[in-house]
């Protein structure tokens, strides 16, 4: 559970950036949200299929002796983003793209390495991380990490209706108590309180500029 903790406080703290939906409530998205002061190092998906098949010390022992294969490269990647060195973990996953570039979660795990330290233009994914994931799609349409990004993205931009409902299909796919059920769980439960927010505030403006009835 240290994940999805972690990652509900991160979202929290940063506010304008939005990591169940309830009912048939409709979110007010703001007329115009401020950008993120920061890059977005705001989630940690780590897709079930990609968990270590082997310590960081083996995968790179073998990528020593078999620097062309692609799949020592890709347990190095996921050893190395499990450990969240993000950087390390970009490299190891590049050079398994370039080396077999038909597998969408070495494409997606990609892009989540990416998003840990790319800047950001704005509210938008970084420009690296999301060719990655759209690389990822057109391979896998169904792939579960470019696809929980892409709704971030949306929530980003004031499409809290149609990130929520991407979040709640992938929470109906993805194995219970993963770390993506954990992070899309948190995904969710911030930006429901986040909007919570923005509405209440939003209802509090417009009770201000009411016209007052006549005699008071």
């Given at each position: 559970m240290k994940t999805a903790f972690r990652l509900a406080l991160v979202l929290l703290g940063l506010g304008l950036i939005v990591l169940i939906a309830l009912g048939a409530i409709r979110m007010m998205a703001p007329a115009a949200p401020k950008p993120p002061a920061a890059a977005a190092r705001t989630a940690e998906f780590l897709s079930p299929y990609d968990?270590?098949?082997?310590?960081?010390?083996?995968?790179?022992?073998?990528t020593r002796t078999q620097p062309d294969n692609a799949a020592a490269w890709r347990d190095l990647g996921n050893a190395q983003l499990?450990?969240?060195?993000f950087r390390d973990a970009e490299r190891s996953y590049a050079k398994a793209v370039a080396l077999d570039p038909g597998r969408s979660e070495t494409w997606s795990a990609l892009g989540e390495a990416r998003i840990q330290f790319e800047?950001?233009?704005?509210?938008?994914?970084?420009a690296g991380a999301a060719e990655a994931f759209r690389k990822a799609l057109a391979l896998n349409p169904r792939d579960p990490r470019a696809r929980f990004y892409f709704a971030m993205e949306k929530d980003f931009t004031g499409q809290h209706d149609a990130a929520i409902g991407e979040w709640l299909a992938l929470l109906r796919e993805v194995p219970a108590g993963s770390d993506a059920d954990e992070s899309i769980r948190a995904?969710?439960?911030?930006?429901?309180?986040?909007n919570q927010k923005l509405i209440a505030r939003a209802m509090q403006r417009a009770i201000a500029e009411q016209p007052r009835k006549a005699g008071n």
């Open positions: 968990a270590p098949t082997a310590s960081a010390e083996d995968a790179l022992a073998r499990k450990a969240r060195k800047g950001s233009d704005g509210l938008r994914l970084p995904a969710i439960t911030a930006s429901v309180s986040r």
